[in-house]
């Protein structure tokens, strides 16, 4: 399975950005796609996922701001990114698991300026 994110950028405070990630390869047995980020001197954490079943899950920071779309059966999957703050910014990575495996896209960097 090979993971395509694109649409990072420099965006200012208040603003938006659209994420995509399209999947290819094996995608048959994906059942959860998502994004992670990892800002600078952070671990890497959980951004948003959404099951092939189209149920979702957010981290309480982004909760209310940013939403996830498609699946793995919809491709892509999108994270609609709203209200951007500067503490978003990181390099956000295209996440998709299946049964028994992981697989992470290249990341996208996203810089929310103040």
């Known amino acids: 399975v090979q993971l395509q994110a694109s649409g990072g950028g420099l965006v200012q405070a208040g603003g938006s950005l659209r994420l995509s990630c399209a999947a290819s390869?094996?995608?048959?047995?994906?059942?959860?796609m998502g994004w992670y980020r990892q800002a600078p001197g952070k671990q890497r954490e959980l951004v948003a996922t959404?099951?092939?079943?189209?149920?979702?899950n957010y981290a309480d920071s982004v909760e209310g701001r940013f939403t996830i779309s498609g699946d793995s059966a919809k491709n892509p999957v999108y994270l609609q990114m709203s209200s951007l703050k500067p503490e978003d910014t990181a390099v956000y990575y295209c996440y998709a698991r299946s049964v028994s495996l992981s697989y992470w896209g290249q990341g996208t960097l996203v810089t929310v300026s103040s």
């Open positions: 959404i099951t092939s079943g189209g149920r979702t």
């Open positions: 390869g094996f995608i048959a047995n994906i059942n959860t």
